[in-house]
C-alpha cells in the first residue's frame, strides 16, 4: 500500500506537469512495484491515469484547454483503438516494444528542435483555427495516435503530446491541458473494454489513484507558470529516457 501511495505520487507528478508519461510508468509501476499481475495492471492504470488526468486539467480548465480539439482527437481515436488492439495481439511483444522505441526517440528529438514558425492550423499566430487545414489533421492524429495507443497498449500521453505540439501546431501551455482531456477519453474507453474481464483490487487501487490525483493537481499548478520552453525541453527528455528503457526490455526480452 505504502508503494502504491509513493508510484502514484510519481504518476500524478508526470501527468500535471506535462500532460503525458502517466500510463507508460503505471503499468510497470503496478506489476513490479506492487505486485499486480499484468491482466489486472492495465485495467488498473487506466483508472488511475483516467482519474490523474481529469484533475490535472482542473487548473487549466480556464485558457489551457482546446476543448474542441480534444473532443475531435478523442472521438477519432476511440474506434481505432480498438482496432490497434486487435493487431496487438497479432504481433509479437517485442517488436512492439522497439516500434514504440523508435516512435518515442523520434518525438523527443523533435521536441528537442527549435521551432521555426510559430503555431500551426489549429493554433494560427494571431489566435483562431483554420478549420479547413486543422480538422483533416486532427481527425487523422486521433486516428494514428489512437490506433498506436492501442497497439503499443501504453504510452497515449507520450504520442498525444508531440502530436498536438508537431502536427497541429499547439503551444505546450494548451498541449498539456488538451492531451489530459483526450487521455480521459481514451482511458474510459479503454477500461470498457476490460469491464467484466478481470477483479479490481479496489484498495490498491484507491490508495494508488488518490495520491496521482493529489500529485497531479499540485503538479498542474505548478506547471502553468512555466514557459513553453521549459515544458518541451523537460517532456523530451522524459521521452528520451523512457525510450531507453523499452529498448533496453525490448533487447532483453
Known sequence: MITALVLGL??????????????ILAVPALVYGVGL???EAIPTSLIVVGAASA????PRLRRG???????IVGAAGVATAYLGTMVNRMLDPRLLLGAFAVIMVIAGVRMFLPTRSVGGPCALPGGGINWRSCLPRALATGAVVGFLTGLLGVGGGF????????????PMSVTVGTSLVIIVINSVAGFTAHLGTVQIDWAVTGAFAVSAMAASLVAGRLGRGLSDKVLKRGFAVLVLGVAVYV??????G
Do not use: E, H, K, M
Open 10 to 23: 510519481i504518476v500524478g507528478a508526470l501527468l500535471g506537469l506535462v500532460g503525458g508519461g502517466g500510463s
Open 37 to 39: 499481475p499484468l491482466s
Open 55 to 58: 484533475v490535472a486539467v482542473i
Open 65 to 71: 484547454v482546446n476543448w474542441r480539439l480534444a473532443l
Open 159 to 170: 504520442l498525444i503530446v508531440p502530436a498536438l505540439t508537431l502536427v497541429l501546431g499547439l
Open 247 to 252: 529498448a533496453v526490455q525490448a533487447l532483453i
